[in-house]
């Protein structure tokens, strides 16, 4: 049972352009979203996260936006560069502490 | 500050061998936590701990045993090493509980042939 989902394996961008990534979580419990970054061969790396007491974060060219209603959050990177050219992992927790991660989008940012 | 560090970064071990592996962080975190993530999946949590001394499974504990004696360690042993256990195994920490963002290691890629 994924509890946190990416639809999208893949998404594919110009630079310049807005990256999108979106994510749905089905427990209406968990209260914290974060985002990961993540290089090949390396460890995941914190992106931007959003309490469930907002509808959206901003840090920089990073947004992220929380529909609680639809259970569902996204990610905005406005402008992409190439070097946003990454996995993004979705993960959530809630009364357990314990973050649950969604299976990763992975970002292709085009000169 | 190193962070998260992780031996070794690669590793192959025939089914039924044991091995070790290591975690250390440097920025006196109280949580930490070892993850697993097989090839076109999330981070899955094996194990966790919220001090020394205190460990608790996660979602996939089987095959797994852990132990924190200290702040700054928190070792993964398997025993008993299983084709099923080939994946990409990473260790983090965390201030605390909740909203808290943990931080993560390179990761130890494990082949059990």
């Known amino acids: 049972d994924q509890q946190v989902k990416q639809n999208s394996p893949s998404l594919s961008v110009q630079e310049g352009r807005i990256s999108i990534l979106n994510c749905d979580y089905t427990?209406?419990?968990?209260?914290?979203f974060l985002w990961y970054k993540k290089y090949p061969a390396e460890g995941p790396t914190f992106l931007i996260s959003?309490?469930?007491?907002?509808d959206k974060n901003e840090d920089g060219r990073f947004t992220v936006f929380l529909n609680k209603s639809a259970k569902h959050l996204s990610l905005h990177i406005v402008p992409s560069q190439p070097g946003d050219s990454a996995v993004y992992f979705c993960?959530?927790?809630?009364?357990?502490?314990?973050?649950?991660f969604g299976t990763g989008t992975l970002l292709a940012v085009q000169p | 500050n190193a962070g998260v560090t992780q031996t070794p970064k690669f590793r192959i071990l025939k089914i039924g061998q044991s091995m070790t592996l290591q975690c250390t962080q440097d920025?006196?975190?109280?949580?930490m936590y070892w993850y697993r993530q097989d090839p076109g999946m999330g981070l899955k949590l094996i194990y966790y701990?919220?001090?020394?001394?205190?460990?608790d499974k996660g979602e996939v504990p089987n095959g797994y045993n852990v132990s924190r004696s200290t702040t700054e360690d928190f070792p993964l042993r398997l025993e008993l090493a299983a084709p099923s256990q080939t994946s990409v195994y990473f260790c983090?920490?965390?201030?605390?509980?909740?909203?808290?963002?943990?931080?993560f290691g390179p990761g130890t890629r494990l082949t059990v042939l």
């Open positions: 983090a920490s965390s201030i605390g509980q909740g909203m808290n963002e943990q931080f």
């Open positions: 427990n209406s419990m968990f209260d914290y």
């Open positions: 959003i309490s469930s007491i907002k």
């Open positions: 993960a959530a927790s809630g009364a357990t502490n314990k973050l649950i």
């Open positions: 920025m006196n975190h109280n949580y």
């Open positions: 701990s919220v001090g020394a001394g205190i460990t």
